[in-house]
């Protein structure tokens, strides 16, 4: 299987920065698409940046221009730089990974999450 930690969460006041950080490690084949997502209190899980194999990138329209994903495919790490963080930014961050590893004999999907880090942004 694919495990995933995460580090870089925290507090930090509103304007401020994050960077996130969540690596890959098993018995990984190829991994095919990252992305962070975040959990509000008493919200759904919601997409906020995904980043494909060839690292073409897509945004939630409430943090385009503030986030940026990047990819370093020889740690099988995915980040997430947040600048001009705001009160509403506020969440437990998870990274997914989606891809192939292999499991001895044969090559498998994996569907992996991370155990979540806390973002706290405030006014």
């Known amino acids: 299987q694919v495990q995933l930690v995460e580090s870089g969460g925290g507090l930090v006041q509103a304007g401020g920065s994050l960077r996130l950080s969540c690596a890959a490690s098993?018995?990984?084949?190829?991994?095919?698409?990252m992305g962070w997502y975040r959990q509000a209190p008493g919200k759904q899980r919601e997409l906020v940046a995904g980043?494909?194999?060839?690292?073409?990138?897509n945004y939630a329209d409430s943090v385009k221009g503030r986030f940026t994903i990047s990819r370093d495919n020889a740690k099988n790490t995915v980040y997430l730089q947040m600048n001009s963080l705001k009160p509403e930014d506020t969440a437990v961050y998870y990274c997914?990974?989606?891809?192939?590893?292999?499991?001895?004999?044969?090559?498998?999907?994996?569907?992996?999450w991370g155990q979540g880090t806390q973002v706290t942004v405030s006014s």
């Open positions: 980043i494909t194999g060839r690292g073409s990138t």
């Open positions: 098993g018995s990984i084949f190829s991994i095919n698409a």
């Open positions: 997914n990974f989606v891809g192939t590893y292999s499991s001895g004999r044969y090559y498998e999907k994996y569907d992996s």
